[in-house]
């Protein structure tokens, strides 16, 4: 078996893929958090809060769609050029939601509204997306060395940029942070545009629109949830404790984020597989192949969640500074979380390539009423430590609900069989 992974240039290109981008993230927060200071990088995360929630919707309006129907396209030249319009429409109406909304946020924290600001943010957003976009398309097709030259464009030279201002002692203002952000996003994008194939043909826009919709009618509103479920409690976070205290959760995020090398690599390889075995083969060939990833999965992650969970100190100490020793606890809070956060892709993943993306938005439903409910008295009362809990819930909660309904599908697809 691990010959046979060996071997497969492709898939390992797939693997350096990741290691490439969640290294590269992992250094760079590291690097930006030590330039910027704890103030400007909790400014830093709560806007990208922002951005990571117009991103849940942007893989549910396109690219899970997108990786789940590429296999089934007769004319894939032709789909390309439709749900190339989708991702610009889209794109448009991300930057006019995204403006006010942030202009809202600065209002109700009583904020200067700093416009430079708002513009440099929108242009990270937009080149965010669209880079991302055509990283999608690589890895959709296969063609993982691309990919890895994208991301290697766009994340490997960010890092020696960062790098060079760290070891020269420059000041940087948050404003500059995004505008190297935008600067090396829109060089991996040109990459991308000039390999990019697609077939303009009458109707194609229609066509794409309509098999999307079927997938993401209920991935969308999913998305919305999860903002008001699972992700609830860091944004309420950012009001009621503060922007440095989400500074805090996202540097102790990015430690745990160390292991999204397998999860990124498993989000972007799953849809395809799952719909390919689906496809060609059967329903229980699905199955088999979703338990077997879920259980190895299971038990490698928690092996090495172990391992940070007893280190966790020690490794704030040696990447952060002395001082951050003392919120080691958040990241054995994080440990149990990513744990249940490798769960859901493969759940996920199960439930778009049967069609059965309705249960994802019951159980998200479910989850955000009981979020709502829950994460003022756990933040005014247990701080930093409710929203772990809370965090942790939710995750729970949302697996517990997904799988029950899932269960019996599976026993009902079996019994008809």
Same mark, same amino acid.
């Given at each position: 078996m691990i010959n046979k992974i060996l071997k497969n240039k492709d898939f390992n290109w797939n693997i350096v893929d990741q290691a490439v981008v969640s290294g590269s993230n992992f250094l760079n927060i590291i690097i930006i958090a030590r330039i910027l200071g704890l103030e400007q990088f909790g400014e830093l995360s709560v806007l990208w809060l922002f951005i990571l929630f117009i991103n849940s919707l942007h893989m549910a309006t396109i690219i899970f769609p997108m990786m789940s129907l590429v296999p089934k396209q007769q004319e894939l030249l032709a789909y390309f050029s439709g749900v190339y319009k989708l991702q610009f429409i889209f794109l448009g109406l991300s930057v006019l939601v995204s403006f006010f909304t942030v202009f809202w946020y600065f209002q109700i924290q009583n904020q200067v509204i700093d416009f430079s600001l708002?513009?440099?943010?929108?242009?990270?957003?937009?080149?965010?997306?669209?880079?991302?976009?055509?990283?999608?398309?690589?890895?959709v097709l296969q063609k993982y060395f691309d990919?890895?030259?994208?991301?290697?464009?766009?994340?490997?030279l960010r890092i020696i940029i960062f790098l060079y201002i760290l070891f020269s002692?420059?000041?940087?203002?948050?404003?500059?942070?995004?505008?190297?952000?935008?600067?090396?996003?829109?060089l991996g994008i040109i990459y991308g545009a000039q390999k990019y194939k697609y077939e303009r043909k009458a109707?194609?826009?229609?066509e794409t629109y309509l098999q999307h919709w079927e997938l993401s009618k209920w991935l969308i509103p999913s998305g919305v949830m999860q903002w008001s479920s699972v992700n609830l409690y860091i944004v309420t976070a950012s009001i009621i404790l503060g922007p440095v205290a989400v500074g805090i959760i996202r540097l102790i995020q990015n430690i745990i984020g160390a292991l999204n090398v397998v999860l990124l690599a498993i989000e972007n390889f799953l849809p395809t597989k799952f719909s390919a075995l689906y496809e060609r083969e059967s329903f229980d060939s699905l199955y088999t192949y979703f338990k077997k990833v879920s259980i190895i999965g299971l038990i490698g992650l928690s092996v090495f969640a172990l391992f940070l969970s007893l280190f966790s100190s020690d490794l704030l100490t040696l990447l952060y500074g002395k001082e951050y020793s003392q919120y080691g606890y958040i990241m054995n809070w994080y440990v149990f979380i990513f744990i249940f956060m490798f769960l859901i892709v493969p759940l996920r993943?199960?439930? +778009?390539?049967?069609?059965?993306?309705?249960?994802?938005?019951?159980?998200?439903?479910?989850?955000?009423?009981?979020?709502?409910?829950?994460?003022y008295p756990l933040e005014k009362e247990f701080g930093i430590n409710g929203v772990m809990f809370g965090?942790?819930?939710?995750?729970?909660?949302?697996?517990?609900?997904?799988?029950?309904?899932?269960?019996?599908?599976?026993?009902? +697809?079996?019994e008809s069989n």
């Open positions: 708002i513009i440099s943010f929108l242009l990270v957003l937009i080149t965010y997306h669209m880079q991302d976009y055509y990283r999608k398309y690589f890895l990919a890895f030259i994208i991301d290697f464009i766009s994340y490997i002692d420059l000041e940087l203002s948050l404003i500059q942070v995004f505008i190297i952000f935008f600067i090396t996003y829109s109707n194609s826009f229609k993943g199960m439930l +778009r390539t049967i069609n059965e993306t309705k249960i994802w938005f019951t159980a998200y439903m479910i989850t955000s009423l009981f979020s709502l409910l829950a994460f965090i942790l819930s939710a995750h729970v909660l949302l697996i517990g609900i997904t799988w029950h309904k899932l269960k019996k599908i599976i026993r009902i +697809r079996f």
